[in-house]
């Protein structure tokens, strides 16, 4: 289950890494990624025809503690991971998330994220 939900979290860090395909990721909120691997145990995967599907134990999360803005974020990951999955079943496509971007308009945390995860990536680093 660990590995499913990992999925999550790569195709995060491979969607902000496509933007400069040799550059290093920095990944500088880590907050925000080590409460996105936290949920792992509220991920659960089933399979679906051919296409493994996700889904979010939302209200058990929200009970655990998990704060709405993380569990917002979490259920765009894994919609737009399984909707992903569909695409990439259902036409054949080569498995290249980096190819491949959430539509702002029906994944507007999830593509802010992104944004946001760009920005800090482009910015110049401080010397200390």
């Known amino acids: 289950m660990i590995r499913k939900f990992m999925l999550v979290i ?7 890494a496509s933007s400069s395909a040799f550059v290093q990721t ?3 909120d ?3 990624t080590s409460q996105l691997a936290e949920l792992e145990p509220y991920i659960t995967t089933t399979k679906d025809g051919g296409i493994f599907r996700q889904e979010l134990d939302y209200p058990a999360a929200i009970k655990a503690g998990f ?7 979490a259920s765009e990951m894994v919609a ?3 909707e992903y999955a569909m695409l990439v079943e259902t ?6 998330i980096s190819n491949f971007s959430p539509d702002s308009s029906r994944f507007p945390i999830l593509s802010n994220f992104f944004l946001e995860m760009n920005t800090k990536e482009s910015a110049p680093k401080s010397q200390t």
């Open 80 to 82: 737009f991971q399984n």
């Open 10 to 16: 790569v195709l995060v860090i491979s969607l902000v």
């Open 26 to 28: 920095d990944i500088t």
């Open 91 to 96: 036409n054949n496509k080569v498995d290249a």
């Open 30 to 32: 880590l907050s925000t």
């Open 67 to 73: 704060s709405p803005d993380i569990l917002n974020l």
